[in-house]
């Protein structure tokens, strides 16, 4: 059996167009299929796989962790770069579902079977409209409130919310105390039962990280993640130890030796690799393996497209420290048009029950995706109020 091909289909999701991988081989109707969505870089990932190809025709695609060895180790630089190493995570993601299509069993079946009986799901507060999407700040405490409201009446028991406002490296009390205002009306709204985040996308200064991390501790948050700008671990750890509420990061690194620096500085009680980036589901095994020694949770990041989703699912069924899955229905409505999924949920308590299909499960329709092409993503800028630049 021998790889023939790899094709790579872009399909428009509205704030990011998701990169469908689609590896084939010599063997009639089997294919495996991958993501490798990476926002603001789509060029970049499809020049990235085009890079990759000649390294993988011809080999055998389920010789998963050999190929993955190639991808990372030759043309010299080691999979460096975000753009390399979510192709790299593309390709491997498809491998994986070849593999299980050659054997006629699920991926989590491969790694041992299913270590739960199903995988819970959490919700963003938001609907379906770029404008009121989970990236989107709303205005006030009160429509935090309603929104925490509506993903409970949607069945969910828990769900992330970005209720930290950008501020500037250093101000004052007041975003301090909006920030306040939200999570308790969100805890007073839906109660001590609904596991409540909160995702700071790293952009406050490790000193507005740790304020906003004590401001919040009474509200009993699930997690409370990326607290401050990511490029020092020392002081995500920092904010880890001065509060009780376990901090959740990693959704931005690749690689198991970024996450052993982020275990061995004690930084997180959860971490949250993005299969579609940090090397796939072969590298994202390894993760979960040094995590475990550290007893340390896992929770995939997987706000991508639903190849992401059901590599994550088939990754969860089979990951010990797997806790909770990232559930994104609600960002195009053409979403279940491109995907016929393998798993089932059950809708009233937001549960994934097993896919029983080979592989993750899914089919991708080639038609539909040619409906929704590439566009370009809306520039998302964000500047203080003295004008400087800040994060978004
Ligand atoms: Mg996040």
New binding site residues.
């Given amino acids: 059996m021998k790889i023939t091909k790899i094709e790579t289909f872009v399909c428009n999701a509205r704030m990011r167009n998701w990169i469908f991988v689609k590896v084939l081989t010599d063997q009639p109707g089997l294919y495996g299929w991958g993501e490798a969505t990476l926002e603001w870089h789509t060029r970049g990932v499809l020049g990235s796989i085009q890079d990759l190809e000649p390294l993988l025709i011809g080999e055998d695609p389920t010789r998963v962790e050999y190929l993955w060895q190639i991808m990372y180790r030759q043309h010299f630089w080691h999979g460096n770069g975000i753009t390399r190493a979510t192709a790299i995570s593309g390709i491997d993601i498809a491998l994986w579902d070849i593999v299980g299509k050659v054997h006629g069993v699920p991926c989590h079946r491969l790694w041992g079977g299913p270590v739960r009986d199903y995988v819970r799901l959490y919700s963003h507060l938001g609907g379906g409209k770029m404008e009121d999407f989970y990236e989107t700040t709303p205005s006030d405490a009160s429509r935090f409130a309603d929104l925490a409201q509506k993903a409970v009446a949607d069945g969910f028991t828990a769900f992330k919310t970005m209720a930290v406002p950008e501020t500037a490296p250093l101000e004052g009390l007041k975003p301090i105390k909006y920030a306040e205002a939200c999570v308790r009306a969100m805890r007073d709204a839906v109660g001590d039962d609904i596991d409540i985040m909160v995702?700071c996308?790293a952009r406050p200064s490790p000193r507005m990280g740790h304020l906003f991390a004590k401001a919040l501790e009474p509200y009993g948050l699930y997690w409370f993640?990326?607290p401050c700008w990511p490029e020092v671990t020392e002081d995500i750890a920092s904010i880890q130890r001065s509060v009780t509420t376990p901090i959740a990061t990693g959704?931005r690194l690749s690689g198991v030796h970024a996450f052993r620096d982020l275990l061995e500085k004690r930084a997180c009680s959860v971490i949250?690799p993005d299969l579609t980036h940090c090397g796939g589901l072969s590298e994202g095994r390894k993760i979960a393996a040094l995590a475990e020694s550290y007893r340390v949770s896992m929770a995939p990041?997987n706000p991508q497209g639903p190849v992401s989703t059901a590599a994550s699912i088939e990754f969860g069924f089979a990951t010990p420290s797997y806790i909770i899955c990232e559930a994104v229905h609600r960002d195009v409505p053409w979403r279940q048009d491109i995907v016929a999924e393998g798993f089932e949920i059950d809708r009233k308590g937001r549960l994934v029950r097993p896919n029983s299909r080979p592989g993750l499960g899914i089919e991708i329709n080639e038609k539909e995706i040619l409906k929704h092409p590439f566009e370009q993503e809306l520039p998302q800028r964000s500047f203080y109020a003295d004008g400087s630049v800040g994060d978004w």
């Fill in positions: 995702d996308h993640e990326e959704e949250q990041h």
